[in-house]
Nanobody, 130 residues
Framework: QVRLVESGGKLVQPGGSLMLSCAAS????????IGWFRQAPGKLREGVAC????????YYTEPVKGRFTASRANGKTMGYLQMHNLTPEDTGVYYC???????????????????????WGQGTQVTVSS
């Protein structure tokens, strides 16, 4: 049974930092792209970052470029999202997702990107507020 569990979300002040973790089980982790998405109240789920299998190339959406860093530890079947310089606009539920993939393909930007991932975690709440 595939399971993804996010952790690390909490209330943080603007300008602060957080690291989110995604623990995966039930999959051959090395064969999966890991995506990070977020959803703010009343808004659609949007892509944040993704990291390919293999050489672990990373991709980011514009709002988080230069502030967020995705990484993975294949031996530990863990994904991470390091977030710096957080703003209230970063508030939302953050999800990790996994997609079985043979190529260096990382669905992220399009509105249909979430549908390309077959496995999702339950999400972790990040609130940026003073």
């Amino acid at each position: 049974q595939v399971r993804l569990v996010e952790s690390g979300g909490k209330l943080v002040q603007p300008g602060g930092s957080l690291m989110l973790s995604c623990a995966a089980s039930g999959i051959t982790f090395d064969n999966y792209v890991i995506g990070w998405f977020r959803q703010a109240p009343g808004k659609l789920r949007e892509g944040v970052a993704c990291i390919t299998r293999g050489d672990g190339r990373t991709y980011y959406t514009e709002p988080v470029k230069g502030r967020f860093t995705a990484s993975r530890a294949n031996g530990k079947t863990m994904g991470y999202l390091q977030m710096h310089n957080l703003t209230p606009e970063d508030t939302g539920v953050y999800y990790c997702a996994a997609r079985r993939e043979n190529r260096a393909y990382c669905p992220l930007v399009s509105s249909g990107a979430p549908s390309e991932y077959g496995h999702w975690g339950q999400g972790t709440q990040v609130t940026v507020s003073s």
